[in-house]
T-cell receptor, first 119, second 114 residues
Framework: AQTVTQSQPEMSVQEAETVTLSCTYDTSESDYYLFWYKQPPSRQMILVIRQEAYKQQNATENRFSVNFQKAAKSFSLKISDSQLGDAAMYFCAYRCSENYGGATNKLIFGTGTLLAVQP | ETGVTQTPRHLVMGMTNKKSLKCEQHLGHNAMYWYKQSAKKPLELMFVYSLEERVENNSVPSRFSPECPNSSHLFLHLHTLQPEDSALYLC?????????????FGPGTRLTVL
């Protein structure tokens, strides 16, 4: 069974600095998708970035980028030039190939990393 | 309204009450989900509807009853809940068969069972 592990329950970063959040996963599949979601205190879960396993190039979205190491099954999130609005819980998620009806797939989530941004 | 909306945002209920949570998606998606989020636990998938048909139950107690009348609306009917059911309930939607099948979440309903 697939699992997702986030080993950092809490992290802190100074405003304008860079921080990296770790995520590892376990799977025997070769083709899958990985996601980072952000959940601010208002609790709206927002998609930050996604990575397709068959693409070697790391995904980037503005200040957010990932370091995808497929062989190591590692998927870390780097936040550059951290802003106060980046403070949130960050969840790593893996989309497994277990298929429901209508080709809907299951997401496996980690336990999250709470990021604090210090002014 | 845009994205995925949920009402109410907060709900307090007694163990003998009956209440319903509502979710609406404005993204034209064809799949909807209910998740339970408890402190220090990964999100737990409760139900999946794809094309308005329930395709996953995930061993949820019968005191939770979902309903999906159309592709835009999803309900979670609650009755005779237990205090351990207190949690944040998140709704999500996605476009199945779209490659990434990325799920988009609502703001959640914070449920407290007394």
């Amino acid at each position: 069974a697939q699992t997702v592990t986030q080993s950092q329950p809490e992290m802190s970063v100074q405003e304008a600095e860079t921080v990296t959040l770790s995520c590892t996963y376990d799977t025997s599949e070769s083709d899958y998708y990985l996601f980072w979601y952000k959940q601010p205190p208002s609790r709206q879960m927002i998609l930050v970035i996604r990575q397709e396993a068959y693409k070697q190039q790391n995904a980037t979205e503005n200040r957010f980028s990932v370091n995808f190491q497929k062989a190591a099954k590692s998927f870390s999130l780097k936040i550059s030039d951290s802003q106060l609005g980046d403070a949130a819980m960050y969840f790593c998620a893996y989309r497994c190939s277990e298929n429901y009806g209508g080709a809907t797939n299951k997401l496996i989530f980690g336990t999250g990393t709470l990021l604090a941004v210090q002014p | 309204e845009t994205g995925v909306t949920q009402t109410p945002r907060h709900l307090v209920m007694g163990m003998t009450n009956k209440k319903s949570l509502k979710c609406e998606q404005h993204l034209g998606h064809n799949a909807m989900y209910w998740y339970k989020q408890s402190a220090k636990k990964p999100l737990e998938l409760m139900f999946v509807y794809s094309l308005e048909e329930r395709v996953e139950n995930n061993s949820v107690p019968s005191r939770f009853s979902p309903e999906c009348p159309n592709s835009s609306h999803l309900f979670l009917h609650l009755h005779t809940l237990q205090p351990e059911d207190s949690a944040l309930y998140l709704c999500a939607s996605s476009q199945a068969s779209s490659g990434t099948d990325t799920q988009y979440f609502g703001p959640g309903t914070r449920l407290t069972v007394l």
